[in-house]
């Protein structure tokens, strides 16, 4: 039976491509989303990728999730900074969590350089503009043990 991981994108990141491509890229969120489903299927992977603008749907999502899924990743945007609602939602999540920001978030503006989310992650990444996605997909996946056989053995089980 395949593990089911969520991904859940908060407030704007439903324009990237459009929005400040200087600092969040020119990757729109659904060649994203379709990149991870994509690489999700290679790890044999099931993924539910979701974005809301609204802080309550994204509590509502992350309740549902610690029902149905193994691991989350969530890249909060700007409720990062600021949402208690969601970091609570989270830390009753009780499973796998990784906090993604495509920016670097620790080399912003003082309004955009601490996560409150990070201290319910189990993993943070961040900077890797959309390439953290595959990044955190393949983080979310080894914590449940090696990824599948075809895998090159670094990628696989990392160093041993």
């Known amino acids: 039976?395949?593990?089911?991981?969520?991904?859940?994108?908060?407030?704007?990141?439903n324009l990237l491509g459009e929005r400040e491509p200087e600092i969040y890229g020119s990757v729109t969120l659904q060649a994203i989303e379709e990149s991870c489903r994509s690489f999700s299927a290679s790890l044999n992977i099931e993924l539910d990728f979701q974005q809301t603008n609204h802080e309550g749907v994204?509590?509502?999502?992350?309740?549902?999730?610690?029902?149905?899924?193994?691991?989350?990743?969530?890249?909060?945007?700007?409720?990062?900074?600021?949402?208690?609602?969601?970091?609570?939602?989270?830390?009753?999540?009780?499973?796998p969590i990784v906090e993604l920001h495509l920016s670097n978030i620790h080399a912003r503006d003082e309004a955009h350089r601490h996560s409150i989310m990070s201290s319910s992650a189990t993993a943070v990444i961040c900077g890797l503009g959309a390439y953290g996605y595959i990044i955190a997909l393949q983080a979310a996946a080894r914590l449940f043990g090696p990824l599948e056989d075809e895998l090159p053995e670094p990628i696989r089980t990392g160093p041993i």
């Open 1 to 13: 039976m395949a593990r089911l991981i969520s991904i859940f994108n908060g407030p704007n990141l």
């Open 58 to 95: 994204m509590v509502d999502a992350i309740q549902a999730a610690r029902l149905t899924s193994d691991a989350l990743i969530i890249n909060p945007a700007g409720l990062s900074f600021h949402s208690v609602p969601v970091l609570d939602a989270l830390r009753i999540f009780g499973k």
